[in-house]
């Protein structure tokens, strides 16, 4: 069994100053699904394309771009759970799930298990004398995945908010900010969201738990984080940091442990290997856990001086994948 996430970066029917057209986009990306020949994928920057009737009171969406990329693999005929709003894929950035075995049931969930974050910004102008309600605008995605051998494998599907700081009223002037505390406190709040977000994962995870104590969990996605940052160890649970040897059943084991120093990488930035793309499996898993690889022999620098999208069909984030041997 093969279980893989990669954030396909942008994927959508338009062409803009960001984006090459998905014409020329397929064939790369489809050679890279192919070679991911994966059982269950986990997908994240999936875009949703406006139907015909679609009308802003009634939005009519489908994912005919990933349909397009996926015509004549074997993932075409893959059950598949993906995000939604008013029971259509959003505009963008969807998560979806491809298994190549039936999904009994899905779920998403965005401020769910966490609805009572407050902040009262301190930069902004002008200032609001009220704390804001802290909200993140990526949901959570569940799939509930019945395997011949090993029943029900619980797969979340993931993309935290990005490093990118979050805009602060009266404090930017276009792409320029206004002070470096209101870049700081923008940033600041993009850290409370991400880890927001890891937060929830986690208490979602123990839900699992406690209903079934030998649960098989897949947690994976784009955490926007590297290993040993705040949303990797909280969804981790490690003892370490609970101190508590009795939850040691429920710790998450990341597969990138598998992998060696020199090719532990799914992003680069200013030339710099970051590890952002994450699969962790609970330790019941962890019997049939063979090995990790990321094909990151040909990811590019998106951050360096006029490497701009519309030069690289495939994306800036390295598919991930753990293979496991179940029979």
Not at 100 to 123: C, G, M, S, W
Not at 169 to 178: E, R, S, T, V
Not at 192 to 213: H, M, S
Not at 246 to 268: E, M, W
């Amino acid at each position: 069994m093969r279980i893989a996430t990669f954030n396909i970066e942008n994927l959508d029917t338009t062409a803009d100053s960001r984006n090459p057209p998905l014409a020329d986009r397929i064939p790369t990306l489809r050679s890279t699904l192919n070679r991911i020949n994966a059982d269950i994928l986990c997908l994240q920057e999936v875009h949703g394309q406006e139907l015909p009737d679609h009308t802003s009171t009634n939005p009519k969406r489908n994912l005919g771009a990933l349909d397009q990329v996926i015509q004549g693999t074997a993932y075409e005929n893959f059950h598949r759970a993906f995000t939604k709003t008013s029971g259509v894929p959003y505009d963008k950035r969807n998560l979806v799930i491809l298994s190549r075995h039936p999904i009994a049931e899905e779920d998403q969930f965005r401020n769910d298990h966490i609805d009572k974050l407050k902040y009262n910004k301190v930069t902004e102008v002008p200032a609001d004398p009220e704390a804001e309600t802290l909200t993140w605008e990526r949901p959570i995605l569940q799939a509930q995945i019945s395997h011949p051998d090993l029943g029900t494998i619980h797969v979340i599907n993931l993309h935290m908010k990005s490093r990118l700081a979050s805009n602060i009223k009266g404090q930017k002037d276009g792409f320029a900010w206004k002070s470096a505390s209101g870049w700081a406190e923008g940033y600041f709040l993009s850290s409370i969201k991400r880890v927001g977000q890891a937060l929830e994962t986690r208490v979602l995870i123990d839900k699992i738990f406690e209903d079934e104590p030998n649960a098989n969990i897949v947690v994976c996605g784009d955490f926007n984080a590297e290993p040993g940052e705040v949303p990797v160890e909280a969804i981790q649970g490690r003892v370490e940091n609970t101190n508590n040897p009795k939850l040691g059943s429920q710790v998450l084991v990341p597969c990138s442990r598998a992998i060696p120093d020199t090719v532990r990488f799914s992003h680069l930035h200013h030339g710099h290997g970051n590890l952002l793309d994450h699969m962790l499996i609970s330790k019941s898993l962890l019997p049939y856990f063979q090995e990790a690889v990321i094909f990151n022999e040909t990811l590019h620098d998106e951050s360096l001086p006029f490497q701009f999208d519309t030069l690289y069909p495939e994306s800036d984030h390295a598919p991930f994948v753990a293979e496991f041997k179940v029979s």
